[in-house]
């Protein structure tokens, strides 16, 4: 039976944040962090709305420079354009954004975790624990909303440096009306709720303590059988669309398509990343071992973190085999010259943003995993073992999958636009642009990631150091 | 209170142990026979904040000797045994190994000390979780720049020798038993041929049979390898399996007995000690 009134709750739950940011174990940093990531994910959030409400208020009212061409249509099929491109811009952006809100709620989650089960030792039902739970996410995400606002109005100057057709993007334009903003607070205060309470269901908080699942067993080949029966329905499914077919089942099917492909990639890549760090463990090298078994042990995780960059890695290979130039397509009008600028400035903002937020999503993962493993890094630092050890299997751990899926993604839409390019007149396959493109986004999202794993540092130095006594 | 009867006979014979396996060629093996030092501890002061965990703590550990720190809880035990094995500076006092000065050395070199010199083993074992056993034992040798091959043959033959060779070698800590994990955290304490072997409440989370199993494997493996061993326990059954107890009380030394005759009993036999041995 459930006692606790949600301003009891509220209170024990703001009585237990303290206690946390005192714990020298690094469990109050771990809701630093959750805040921090929850700011990232609402600036982000803000951004692509704002950015996208820009392009909905040019289409009514279109940019003079648009009004000044001689094409009569232009004004009014140009700025429709935009705002599709926006729309698809933000279907891109969800995942990674809902990938790094639940990370967040998830990192709050275990960081209380053994918390809860004295909670339950004194009386309180999971019911309760759950929902106290939700509510300290909540106003986790509702901080984190506000330093996102700060960090948006902060970022407005910046936003300003950019140009989209042809005109520069003026702060005012961002403006979002009250209502787009209500509606963005809620979707991420509802995304940290939900999560919260779908990431306690994977922990058992019983009174005798918290215990995770425990560790899957190793994932099988039968997901190359399922991949390959995947590809064989798509196809199928591509036939079907040469049919004449209506608007309505032509995206019903297209969708399907996509939602097929979507599922094949996230059945079939753990699977392949586990296969690749089973490779990888035949090493002399410890840090090297340590990060290709934590892969091995749970591929999912390592997927996870990259997840959100298989597909954008997909489009950004295709664009990058668009030449910079505009003589390759024979030469070009002003339209069509602003359309593929605007079309480049677009996949590359948006593939800025969504190695932020992976690399923020790395972040959070490798700290929650620090702390995590307390006991084993104190234990290994008592036996003589140098921290460079973990320092350096973090890396590894963060580098392989994250080059695996880029070099893989960026390959296969290189792949992909191949055939389209090559159709084309005078067109380099794979000009310098292309190959600068590629090499930009594969040492970038490195560069992120090695930065995700190393500001672990002060954390694991924060555990390292924590000299209390033990009741001996 | 030491002299009571021996509790339940311990699971297996210590002559069933085979001897500690052959050092290999490899230049990063540890050398043997290694040279045994003696462990010195004079006059440890350490505080935490207020608290004074060590009020001026002396001992000498002839290089060899097994011996038992207990306590009851908030003596000073573990603090003594996080100074001795380098994991925490004394305030005051020194600890030296073979002459040279282990409290003054920088921050690297001490754990590089308990790297190379000392091997742990821990209450609830503290093995890697996603490493194999034979991969857990292998990594202090791998740390030290063993090759691969040389580093899992040498773990291997360690496990095969504590009884959990075969299958067992291959499986993670979480598939084992509380039993079988500590018998890999003592083969990972032993693999490098350490001088001494410090255990943490070696026992703590096993249940009496198993605990009884641990400690004579961890002493008869100590002792045929020439370590010296220094165990921090509750448990007088535990301490028993020692050759000198060292009791400590409000941060002082208590008493100090040893052992007249050598331990790693078989039956309920009750270990007589000489007092006093200072």
């Known amino acids: 039976m459930s006692t606790l009134t949600w301003t009891a709750r509220l209170g024990l739950a703001t009585r237990l944040a303290g206690a946390r940011l005192r714990d020298t174990g690094g469990s109050g940093a771990l809701d630093l962090f959750a805040v921090g990531a929850n700011a990232v994910t609402a600036w982000l959030s803000f951004v692509v709305a704002s ?11 279109p940019p003079a420079w648009l009004t000044t061409l001689d094409d009569a249509d232009a004004a009014m099929v140009v700025p429709t354009t935009h705002v599709i491109l926006a729309a698809m811009a933000c279907a891109l952006l969800v995942w990674p954004i809902l990938s790094l809100g639940g990370a967040a709620a998830r990192l709050g989650a275990r960081g209380r975790a053994r918390r809860l089960a004295s909670l339950r030792l004194v009386g309180m039902t999971s019911g309760e624990i759950v929902s106290m739970s939700v509510v300290e996410s909540l106003v986790q995400a509702a901080a984190g909303v506000l330093l996102g606002a700060l960090a948006w109005t902060a970022s407005l100057p910046l936003l300003g440096l950019l140009t989209f057709q042809n005109t520069p993007v003026a702060p005012a334009e961002l403006a979002m009306p009250w209502w787009l903003w209500l509606g963005v607070v809620a979707v991420l205060l509802a995304l940290a709720a939900a999560s919260t309470a779908l990431g306690l269901t994977r922990v058992r908080i019983s009174p005798l303590g918290v215990s995770r699942q425990a560790t899957p067993p190793a994932l ?13 329905v798509i196809a199928a499914l591509g036939g079907v669309m040469q049919a004449p077919l209506g608007a309505l089942v032509m995206g019903l099917v297209f969708a399907g398509m996509l939602g097929i492909a979507i599922g094949l990639v996230n059945l079939f890549s753990p699977w392949l990343l586990q296969l690749i760090a089973r490779l990888g463990v035949r090493t002399g090298s410890p840090a090297r071992l340590l990060a290709m078994r934590r892969i091995v042990a749970d591929p999912r995780s390592a997927w996870r973190n990259v997840s959100s960059l298989a597909l954008l890695g997909f489009l950004v290979g295709m664009i990058a ?3 910079l130039g505009t003589d390759a397509f024979g030469g070009l009008d002003s339209l069509n010259e602003m359309l593929l600028a605007d079309l480049r400035t677009g996949a590359v903002l948006t593939l800025a943003i969504a190695l932020a937020l992976g690399s923020a999503s790395t972040a959070l993962a490798q700290s929650s995993d620090v702390v995590d493993r307390a006991d084993e890094l104190v234990a290994l630092d008592k036996m003589g073992v140098p921290p460079a050890l973990d320092a350096t299997a973090r890396r590894h751990q963060v580098a392989l999958p994250l080059l695996a899926t880029l070099v893989l993604s960026l390959g296969l839409g290189v792949a992909a636009a191949l055939p389209l390019v090559q159709s084309l007149p005078r067109m380099a396959v794979l000009g310098p642009s292309s190959v600068a493109i590629l090499a ?15 500001s672990t540092r002060p954390l694991r130095r924060r555990v390292l150091g924590a000299r209390v006594r033990r009741n001996d | 209170m030491f002299d009571a009867p021996m509790p339940d006979a311990p699971t297996s014979d210590a002559r069933t142990i085979a001897p500690p396996p052959a050092p290999t060629a490899h230049p990063a093996a540890p050398a043997s026979p290694r040279r045994r030092d003696a462990l010195v501890a004079s006059g440890l002061v350490h505080r935490f904040g207020q608290v004074v965990a060590l009020g001026g703590v002396s001992l000498t550990i002839p290089a060899g000797q097994s011996v038992a720190v207990m306590g009851p809880s908030g003596s000073g035990k573990s603090t003594l045994l996080h100074c001795l094995s380098g994991i925490l500076t004394p305030d005051a006092g020194e600890v ?6 282990v409290s003054t050395l920088r921050d690297a070199d001490r754990s590089r000390l308990r790297r190379e010199r000392f091997g742990f083993v821990f209450q609830d074992g503290q093995l890697i979780g996603e490493l194999p056993a034979r991969e857990n ?3 202090p040798l791998l740390l030290a720049g063993m090759g691969r091959a040389a580093a899992l043959a ?3 033959s360690w496990l095969e020798r504590l009884g959990v060779g075969g299958d067992m070698r291959l499986r993670r800590p979480g598939e084992l038993s509380g039993g079988q994990a500590q018998r890999v955290a003592i083969a990972r304490a032993l693999v490098h041929d350490p001088a001494v072997i410090f255990a943490d409440e070696p026992t703590g989370a096993l249940d009496q049979a198993t605990g009884h199993e641990v400690m004579q494997i961890l002493t008869t493996t100590a002792s045929m390898a020439g370590a010296t061993l220094v165990v921090v326990t509750h448990d007088p059954h535990v301490a028993r399996w020692c050759s000198r107890l060292v009791e400590i009380r409000d941060a002082l030394v208590h008493s100090d007995t040893l052992a007249t005759s050598t331990p790693l009993p078989t039956t309920g036999t009750a270990l007589p000690r000489q007092e006093d041995a200072r």
Do not use: K, Y
Request: glycine fraction near 12%; avoid cysteine; hydrophobic fraction near 60%.
């Open chain 1, 51 to 61: 950015g996208t409400w820009m392009f909905v208020q040019r289409r009514a009212q």
């Open chain 1, 220 to 232: 099988r080949a039968w997901r190359l059988a399922a991949l390959a029966a995947g590809v064989f």
């Open chain 1, 321 to 323: 085999t668009i030449p």
């Open chain 1, 440 to 454: 930009l986004t594969v040492v970038g999202a490195l560069a992120l990631s090695l930065l995700a794993a190393e």
């Open chain 2, 96 to 101: 030296t190994l073979g002459g040279g000065r």
């Open chain 2, 137 to 139: 034992v292998a990594l």
């Open chain 2, 154 to 156: 040498h773990a291997d």
